[in-house]
């Protein structure tokens, strides 16, 4: 079935550093991307989000790329701060309404 | 806060017990999407209400059940429970049924934590 896979599950950055985590898809009807950060005990929040149509997207300190050829995608965190810390998930929607969800990749931030 | 909020905070019940989650979306969104996130492990997408109608179906138990109501809460229906069943139940809302459709943005309500003894 379809599924999508996230590494790494566990990623340590310097603080200031940039982080990277890295999503593939298998679902080919796929065409949006969210990605939702969780700090523990708390709910997801959605923090950035891309469209099959489109290659890449910023805002602020955080970039999503995509690449539909090789069905997957990228969060990249720059300037990494103490409040980055936190379990990201990253997710691939498809118009047939199935949501699948990585299996998340916790973020520790060292000062 | 994002507006949904979910009841109870906490439960916990014994196997072969049933049990009921709530969740009010926000004011305005029609869509509810129900997700199960076990200790240590990733969301897992349940089922999507859209405006009263089950509108999607993930990986859920045919133990479990959903309906949404005219005044747009949801209930969450959880049967024969197992101890796998232990886990934090998430709901969240949307203005419109498509879940990659623009201006879509699913907003997640604080969770009901179940532990089954």
């Known amino acids: 079935g379809e599924n999508v896979e996230q590494h790494p599950s566990t990623l340590s950055v310097q603080e200031g550093d940039s982080a990277v985590i890295k999503c593939t898809y298998s679902?080919?009807?796929?065409?949006?991307f969210p990605w939702y950060k969780q700090e523990l005990g708390k709910r997801p929040q959605l923090i950035i989000d891309?469209?099959?149509?489109?290659g890449e997207k910023k805002d602020q300190r955080i970039a999503v790329t995509l690449n539909k050829t090789a069905k997957h995608f990228s969060l990249h965190i720059t300037e990494t701060q103490p409040e980055d810390s936190a379990v990201y998930f990253c997710?691939?929607?498809?118009?047939?309404?199935?949501?699948?969800f990585g299996s998340g990749t916790r973020l520790s931030i060292r000062p | 806060d994002s507006g949904v909020t979910q009841t109870p905070k906490h439960l916990i019940t014994a196997t072969g017990q049933r049990v009921t989650l709530r969740c009010s979306p926000r004011?305005?969104?029609?869509?509810v999407y129900w997700y199960q996130q076990s200790l240590d492990q990733g969301l897992q997408f349940l089922i999507q209400?859209?405006?009263?109608?089950?509108?999607a179906k993930g990986n859920i138990l045919e133990r479990f059940s959903a309906q949404q109501f005219p005044d747009l809460h949801s209930e969450l229906n959880l049967s024969s429970l197992e101890l796998g069943d232990s886990a934090l139940y998430f709901c969240?809302?949307?203005?419109?049924?498509?879940?990659?459709?623009?201006?879509?943005?699913?907003?997640f309500g604080p969770g009901t934590r179940l532990t089954v003894l």
């Open positions: 969240a809302s949307s203005p419109l049924a498509g879940v990659s459709s623009t201006y879509n943005e699913q907003f």
């Open positions: 679902d080919s009807a796929s065409n949006y």
């Open positions: 997710a691939a929607y498809s118009s047939a309404s199935k949501i699948i």
């Open positions: 209400y859209y405006n009263g109608e089950e509108r």
């Open positions: 004011s305005g969104d029609l869509s």
């Open positions: 891309i469209r099959s149509n489109v």
